[in-house]
């Protein structure tokens, strides 16, 4: 059975996030558990955000690529929120990859609640502003860089 | 009492019935918050908090599900049926929710006592003895985080901008404070809840530690002290509501009622 499972997380880092499309959930730390039975198999995914709107499209594009992989007639997409997703989890490629995406990766908060300015990820200055904690999806925040003079998205810490 | 599942939940005599009071005034606070925010969409002040009241509205509808999810595993309907298809008696939001959004410092003094309620309630929750919410409210907490950071940032602003905003911020409070004290109420579950451990403490607590938090934003916004809020006789929590939930309904479930089984 190693040799479908390693097939499948194969497969797996190739579903990317439908919202960040350089991405995958692997490397955004989402699949939790990965049970192969037989010809079946069920995927543990934690959400970034409870309220993420493209769960229902992470559901089908697993499902559509892991029915894909030799020997596997069966999946089954669980999304649990224990443990809860945090930025933490997100690889060190993962990381890469947002920022070639032109979203800065999240650092961790300092002493004060709204210290979570990340690096420009064009230019990789500090220091930068808080324009926006809201951004376009629930898990980012629009940030501002002072040198480049431009605004930028970031991930918020959670 | 620790309780891991809905299955064992349901065989505990009085268990069921408590939990599902609170799951549906966490879910209805969430939903009818969520959709006043989602009023906002195209007519806030400005762009940034058009962006900011979609998001937040998008997440607290989204926890709203999480707790209907809960609540469909005690046997209750899907979460679509129970947003869309309950009577207004059937539902346990606290009346201050379905008020209408009135002006920027009405919607933003709500957002901020709710936000600073339901952080309390949801540090609360997290020793829960029922697992399944504790768990959910690990993770939704580390959300309304930065909903309260944006509302008390705005709150202390408007109140210590003096002239239009500190009048209008006045205004907002004296008109809210009637109805505040109503998120504080527990309704008719109150000891059973805190008798099996499903939330550590009740609502004098809760309004305790609630004050703890607003009292000193209202020195940093320069804003007098209104005094302790009271429960109102329209309490929510036992299904009380006001003819603004009967609008706010008409509103939200209309599609819902012109074709139940709509998928979009």
């Known amino acids: 059975m190693s040799g479908t499972r390693d097939a499948l997380w194969r497969a797996l880092q190739e579903v990317k996030d439908p919202e960040i499309p350089t991405v995958s959930l692997v490397d955004l730390g989402m699949i939790h558990r990965l049970q192969v ?45 224990h443990p809860p997703w945090t930025t933490e989890r997100i690889t060190e490629e993962g990381r890469k990859q947002l920022a070639s995406f032109g979203i800065a990766p999240p650092r961790d908060p300092g002493n004060h609640p709204l210290d979570i300015v990340p690096p420009c990820p064009y230019c990789g200055a500090e220091g930068g502003e808080i324009h926006n904690l809201f951004g376009p999806t ?21 | ?101 009135g002006d920027w410092a009405y919607t933003i003094a709500r957002h901020f006592f709710y936000d600073v309620f339901d952080q309390i309630r949801l540090e609360a929750l997290s020793d829960s003895g029922y697992v399944p919410l504790a768990q959910g409210v690990a993770k939704i907490r580390r959300e309304e985080h930065y909903h309260l950071l944006h509302m008390r940032l705005w709150f202390t602003r408007l109140g210590s901008a003096g002239g ?20 504080f109420s527990l309704g008719d579950v109150e000891r059973p809840l805190v008798e099996f451990g499903i939330i550590p403490f009740g609502a004098a607590e809760l309004q305790r530690r609630w004050e703890r938090q607003v009292r000193p934003a209202f020195e940093e916004a320069k804003l007098p002290w209104p005094g302790s809020p009271v429960v109102p006789a329209t309490d929510g929590r036992k299904g009380k509501h006001t003819s603004d939930l009967d609008r706010l309904l008409d509103s939200m479930t209309e599609v819902f009622r012109m074709d139940p089984a709509a998928r979009w």
């Open chain 1, 37 to 81: 039975a037989g010809d079946r198999v069920t995927v543990e995914i934690l959400p970034t955000f409870v309220g993420c709107p493209a769960l229902e499209i992470i559901r089908r594009d697993v499902r559509e690529r892991l029915l894909r992989v030799d020997g596997v007639a069966d999946v089954s997409v669980k999304f649990v929120y």
């Open chain 1, 138 to 158: 629930a898990c980012r925040s629009i940030f501002y860089c002072r040198r480049c003079r431009q605004p930028f998205e970031g991930m918020k810490p959670v």
């Open chain 2, 1 to 101: 009492m620790r309780v891991v599942s809905a299955t064992e939940a349901k065989n505990i005599d009085g268990y069921r019935e408590a939990l599902t009071e609170l799951l549906f005034q966490l879910a209805d606070d969430e939903l009818i918050v969520g959709h006043r925010d989602s009023e906002w969409l195209g007519l806030a002040p400005d762009i940034e908090e058009d962006v900011a009241f979609s998001s937040i509205a998008q997440d607290e509808v989204g926890h709203a599900v999480y707790y209907f999810e809960r609540l469909h595993e005690l046997g209750e309907d899907d979460a679509d049926r129970l947003a869309f298809d309950r009577r207004a008696d059937q539902r346990r939001h606290a009346v201050v929710l379905e008020r209408p959004n």
């Open chain 2, 164 to 183: 239009e905003a500190e009048a209008r911020m006045r205004r907002a409070i004296r008109d809210l404070w009637p109805d505040i004290g109503g998120l």
